[in-house]
Nanobody, 122 residues
Framework: QVQLVESGGGLVQAGGSLRLSCAAS????????AGWFRQSPGKEREFVAAVTWTGGSTIYTDSVKGRFTISRDNAKNTVWLQMNGLKIEDTAVYYC???????????????WGQGTQVTVSS
């Protein structure tokens, strides 16, 4: 099994930046793709970004392209989401997840963290 713990969320003004971290423990982290998803009140959990095990390939939802960057350090069992140019509509609980392949589909991810709140104010 694997445990995922997100951190780095908080309150930030529009246009600001935050860096989310996802620390993984457990052997299952090995060889797995990683993704970030987010969920706002009353909305479905949606895909944000994903990265392959090697870090060589990334995918992003259109609304964050050019603003967010996903990265990982497998030696540290950590995945990051650097968020720049934050907008009010980025406000959500952000979840880290691990899966067998890097896709936009929630069903492809087996392990999930508890989430970290990101609030963007005007």
């Amino acid at each position: 099994q694997v445990q995922l713990v997100e951190s780095g969320g908080g309150l930030v003004q529009a246009g600001g930046s935050l860096r989310l971290s996802c620390a993984a423990s457990g052997r299952t982290y090995s060889s797995r793709a990683a993704g970030w998803f987010r969920q706002s009140p009353g909305k479905e959990r949606e895909f944000v970004a994903a990265v392959t095990w090697t870090g060589g390939s990334t995918i992003y939802t259109d609304s964050v392209k050019g603003r967010f960057t996903i990265s990982r350090d497998n030696a540290k069992n950590t995945v990051w989401l650097q968020m720049n140019g934050l907008k009010i509509e980025d406000t959500a609980v952000y979840y880290c997840a691990l899966g067998r392949i890097a896709t936009m589909e929630k069903r492809d991810y087996d392990f999930w963290g508890q989430g970290t709140q990101v609030t963007v104010s005007s």
